[in-house]
């Protein structure tokens, strides 16, 4: 098996890995760097649970090969909190009480911060339309939505 | 996945020489739909030949049009001043497609060639002409809602599921692509194939053939122009029925149109008796009513998808009023 050696910058920490290039983004950073916080939903690019940062951008990282990323920044929800001071997004979602099983959770957070990255949360319908990539099985849309204006609010 | 190779080349030349080097090799971009295949087990590629590292991202402004490098993300063009001022239809089939995260990774190229979503093609276990030359359609007996009501064949019936595409056609943007031995200017009209009896091939695009840039030129209807998509969900589905139209009206009269459908047919399909409805007409009730129905006269739906000929029609009419309005 020919592996592919790279480097990736996960939530500020230096990893270097000999990859098949088939494994996906997601894969190595669950089953390799043992960061289990981006979870695996639908594994196609359907349901958002796998939400990451790569370079400071939202992405699915189910849908893309680790190999791609050579060199890249990486930040998954674990990379959020500074000490056990809560990213204010994560603790907008407590506040709010925007999850019931949580599973969708880490990837709500994720997109959200590159939602407000984007400047396109200014209205609750323009919050519904650009969080459309994260699907909620518990439903817990409204108070996502909440949890999101309540920080773009505070910006 | 069967084991592969991936290389990751920077420049254009030595891309196109390890694609075309191996009959098996798949060209990688955002990679949205190649890792998706390559899941299911649809493609089998020897070698991913990654294009990320190639210098062909970003907007140009051109000769008074655009140049889109193959490489741009969707997001990256639908925030791009220039495509949001003058080339509206665009800007608005882009933030259609997908959900904001696959428009972060998709690149315009990317979009262009991506595969259909039929079903059966997307299994690798049923028959399907596309995928398996020859075992047959399994859509035109089966399940084929959301197939196409123009332009398939008795082979293939699958809907081509890009909304950019839809709005570059009806925008008349070019293909700019390299191979080793050529390069060409490819209108995306001409650029798409129907399936025929060889659904198999999609495009004019010989292997390992490049996508260096979409341009768009700079044209008198570019700037009335506006997409329209009609989904199940609100939002991040594809296409039941979309439409693309460009107007250049003057003094109140329609001097040259464009009209593209999506979610109808196996390529980005022109409806070319609706322009022709539309050139030289009033922007009247009538005229609107007259296009729609002249844009699905040669429809052929089966079984479970007549529903789309009227949803074309509405989607017309509505998409017209709205270009058409302000005189
Ligand atoms: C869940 C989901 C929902 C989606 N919804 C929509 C939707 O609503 N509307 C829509 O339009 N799309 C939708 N898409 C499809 C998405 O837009 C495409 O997957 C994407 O545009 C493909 O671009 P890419 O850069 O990721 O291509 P890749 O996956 O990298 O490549 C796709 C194909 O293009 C070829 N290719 C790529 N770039 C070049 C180039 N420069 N030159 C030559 N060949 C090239 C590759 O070899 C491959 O065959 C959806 C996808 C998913 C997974
Ligand atoms: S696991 Fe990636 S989008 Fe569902
Ligand atoms: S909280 Fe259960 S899926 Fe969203």
Same mark, same amino acid.
């Given at each position: 098996m020919t592996r592919t050696e790279i480097?990736?910058?996960?939530?500020?920490?230096?990893?270097?890995?000999?990859?098949?290039? #088939?494994?996906?983004l997601l894969d190595a950073l669950r089953?390799?760097?043992?960061?289990?916080?981006? =979870? =695996?939903?639908?594994?196609?690019?359907?349901?958002?649970?796998?939400?990451?940062?790569? +370079?400071? #951008? #939202?992405?699915?990282?189910?849908?893309?090969? %680790?190999?791609?990323? +050579?060199?890249?920044?990486?930040?998954?929800?674990?990379?959020?909190?500074? !000490?056990?001071?809560?990213?204010?997004?994560?603790?907008?979602?407590? /506040?709010? +009480?925007?999850?019931?099983?949580?599973?969708?959770?880490? !990837?709500?957070?994720?997109? %959200?911060?590159?939602?407000?990255?984007?400047?396109?949360?200014? /209205?609750?319908?323009?919050? #519904?339309?650009?969080?459309?990539?994260?699907?909620?099985r518990c439903g817990a849309y409204p108070n996502i939505v909440a949890a999101i204006r309540d920080v773009a609010g505070a910006q | 996945m069967a084991p592969l190779e991936y290389l990751r080349p920077s420049d254009e030349g030595a891309a196109i020489?390890?694609?075309?080097?191996d009959g098996r090799a798949c060209l990688l971009a955002g990679g949205t739909d190649v890792v998706g295949l390559l899941k299911d087990g649809v493609l089998a590629p020897s070698r991913l030949v990654d294009i990320n590292a190639l210098p062909i991202a970003g907007?140009?402004?051109?000769?008074?049009g655009l140049s889109i490098g193959a490489l741009t993300r969707l997001s990256d063009v639908a925030d791009h001043p220039a495509v949001r001022g003058r080339f509206p239809a665009l800007a608005h089939a882009v933030l259609a497609a997908a959900s904001p995260q696959l428009r972060n990774m998709a690149t315009v190229g990317g979009s262009l060639l991506q595969r259909t979503r039929c079903g059966y093609f997307r299994d690798?276990?049923? $028959?399907?002409?596309?995928?398996? &030359?020859?075992?047959?359609?399994?859509?035109?007996?089966?399940?084929?809602?959301?197939?196409?009501? @123009?332009?398939?064949? *008795?082979?293939?019936?699958?809907?081509? &599921?890009?909304? &950019?595409?839809?709005?570059?056609?009806? @925008?008349d943007a070019v293909v700019r692509t390299r191979g080793s031995r050529k390069e060409r200017a490819i209108p995306v009209d001409d650029l798409y194939l129907l399936p025929g009896s060889t659904p198999e091939r999609e495009t004019l695009l010989e292997h390992g053939e490049l996508i260096v840039a979409v341009e768009l030129p700079a044209t008198s209807f570019a700037a009335r122009s506006c997409y329209l998509k009609v989904r199940e969900r609100a939002s991040f589905e594809f296409a039941l029925v979309s439409a693309a139209v460009a107007l250049d009206v003057r003094g109140g009269v329609i001097r040259t149109a464009r009209v593209a459908l999506g979610g109808?047919? $196996?390529?980005?399909?022109?409806?070319?008796?609706?322009?022709?409805?539309?050139?030289?007409?009033?922007?009247?009730?009538?005229?609107?009513?007259?296009?729609?129905?002249?844009?699905?006269? *040669?429809?052929? $739906?089966?079984?479970?998808?007549a529903f789309k000929v009227e949803l074309v029609r509405r989607v017309l009419t509505r998409v017209l009023a709205t270009a058409g309005a302000g005189g």
């Open positions: 480097t990736l910058s996960v939530n500020g920490c230096q990893h270097t890995l000999a990859l098949d290039p #088939r494994v996906t089953e390799v760097i043992g960061l289990t916080g981006a =979870k =695996k939903g639908c594994d196609r690019g359907e349901c958002g649970t796998c939400t990451v940062l790569v +370079d400071g #951008r #939202r992405v699915y990282a189910c849908l893309t090969l %680790a190999v791609m990323h +050579d060199g890249a920044t990486v930040t998954t929800v674990e990379g959020l909190a500074d !000490g056990t001071d809560l990213h204010p997004l994560q603790q907008a979602f407590i /506040s709010r +009480d925007a999850l019931q099983c949580g599973f969708c959770t880490p !990837g709500q957070i994720l997109s %959200a911060i590159g939602l407000l990255a984007e400047g396109r949360a200014t /209205s609750e319908q323009e919050i #519904r339309e650009f969080m459309s990539g994260n699907l909620c | 020489a390890l694609a075309e080097a907007v140009e402004i051109r000769d008074g690798p276990v049923t $028959p399907c002409n596309k995928r398996a &030359p020859g075992t047959g359609c399994s859509a035109i007996d089966g399940e084929h809602r959301l197939h196409a009501i @123009l332009g398939g064949s *008795d082979r293939c019936i699958a809907v081509h &599921p890009s909304d &950019p595409a839809v709005a570059l056609l009806a @925008l109808v047919a $196996p390529r980005p399909w022109r409806a070319r008796a609706a322009e022709a409805v539309l050139r030289g007409s009033r922007m009247t009730e009538a005229t609107i009513a007259a296009a729609a129905s002249a844009a699905v006269r *040669d429809a052929r $739906p089966r079984e479970q998808n």
